[in-house]
């Protein structure tokens, strides 16, 4: 039966560890945030995990709390690594809310929770909340932010 995976994008599919600055202690550019991912490495294992479900037939669709401004440079970085997916989710270009309600908010609207399969995700915060919703939820690296 083809089922979905759900996959989050930052710190599960890319590291952002080079990023990152412009994010933490005190810092607060998202422009450069977003603006930078496309030198973001792949994480080969979860990448080559996320190949293997696609190949057993299911359907990967991408949840990312990336901003729509950064789809074109997004789809691009997936293309060159090679990333399988049918569907690309982002979050609204003046949309704040935290990642666990806005992921929530769309498996709730657009899913029927029989039809996942999996999740994968690194945010405790967003794993704890597809967890809650019954889901097997793949936490791929520790995400205590």
Request: charged share 30%.
């Amino acid at each position: 039966m083809r089922r979905i995976v759900l996959c989050d994008l930052d710190g599960t599919l890319a590291n952002v560890d080079h990023r990152l600055h412009h994010i933490k202690d005190g810092n607060n550019d998202w422009d450069a945030f977003f603006g930078t991912s496309s030198a973001d490495t792949p994480i080969e294992p979860v990448i080559e995990m996320v190949r293997a479900l696609a190949a057993a037939g299911h359907a990967i669709h991408i949840l990312s709390g990336r901003r729509e401004d950064a789809r074109a440079d997004t789809e691009e970085w997936l293309a060159r690594h090679e990333v399988p997916y049918e569907r690309l989710v982002m979050r609204g270009l003046h949309d704040h809310t935290p990642d666990d309600d806005l992921k929530r908010g769309w498996v709730e609207a657009d899913y029927d929770l029989g039809e996942i399969l999996l999740a994968v995700e690194d945010r405790n915060m967003v794993v704890n909340m597809y967890r809650a919703l019954g889901l097997v939820c793949v936490q791929v690296a520790p995400g205590g932010f």
